[in-house]
């Protein structure tokens, strides 16, 4: 049977601080590292063991998988690193305080930049403290402005199609850190959840998700490794 487990990234500053973040690169928490840690105890204490790890380009999932690694005495393992993985992008919203923002437009209107499964927050300035073209990680890569979760879902797929779903079906066991909305994405497209319900679907900082899957990657459960 196929290994897949997914991680969302510990706490970092900005979940701390309520801020949008998306591809702005901001750092692990103290707590972060913990659930990190914590992760690779997880996994090592329930006898969980990988050939290969895919994370994003973004320091608090790069973090998260490196930790998690080092606990389980799997620093050595092949780590794919790649765009495709990161956040969705927040665009213009990209730093704000989220309850600040709920004060200005409303919870309701906060709520669908957030999680609705079309639309994508407003875009940046065009000078804004947060644009990301000159950073050398992205160098000969499109930047996207701005990203509904459908937007993000068009770039995580076809990344699980050709890199990550070939491992599984060679019989590599994968771990993949990433970011709650690419996860999103991934756990969308894995378990045949609908638009209207991927909606209301959260995933917490720091905690193994595992995926039971068929040989032809069908998911036949999905579990948090902490309660079981
Ligand atoms: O700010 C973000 O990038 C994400 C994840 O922290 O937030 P949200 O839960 O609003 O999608």
């Known amino acids: 049977m196929p290994t897949l487990v997914l991680i969302r990234h510990g706490q970092s500053a900005w979940n701390l601080e309520n ?45 998260t998988l490196n930790l998690a690694l080092e606990e389980m005495g799997r620093l050595w393992l092949p780590v794919e690193k790649d765009w495709a993985l990161n956040e969705r992008h927040y665009g213009g919203l990209t730093g704000l305080n989220k309850a600040e923002t709920a004060k200005i437009h ?11 499964f079309d639309i994508s927050p407003p875009l940046g300035e065009a000078d804004s403290e947060f644009d990301l073209s000159k950073d050398r ?29 070939p491992d599984l079906k060679d019989g590599k066991r994968v771990l993949v850190s990433a970011h709650g909305n690419s996860l999103r994405a991934l756990v969308k497209h894995l378990s045949g959840i609908p638009d209207n319900e991927i909606v209301s ?20 459960d999905r579990y948090y490794l902490s309660e079981r």
């Open 137 to 165: 990680r992205y160098a000969g890569i499109k930047i996207p402005q701005t990203e509904s979760l459908k937007d993000t879902i068009a770039r995580v797929q076809p990344y699980w199609e050709k890199k990550i779903a």
């Open 201 to 220: 679907l959260e995933i917490p900082t720091g905690q193994p998700i595992v995926y039971e899957l068929t040989d032809d990657l069908v998911a036949t």
């Open 19 to 63: 801020r949008f973040t998306g591809w702005w690169d901001v750092n692990l928490t103290d707590q972060g590292v913990e659930e990190a840690k914590a992760a690779g105890r997880l996994l090592a204490d329930k006898g969980f063991d990988f050939d290969q790890c895919y994370t994003s380009l973004q320091t608090r999932a790069i973090k």
């Open 106 to 116: 409303g919870d309701e209107q906060v709520q669908i930049w957030r999680r609705a």
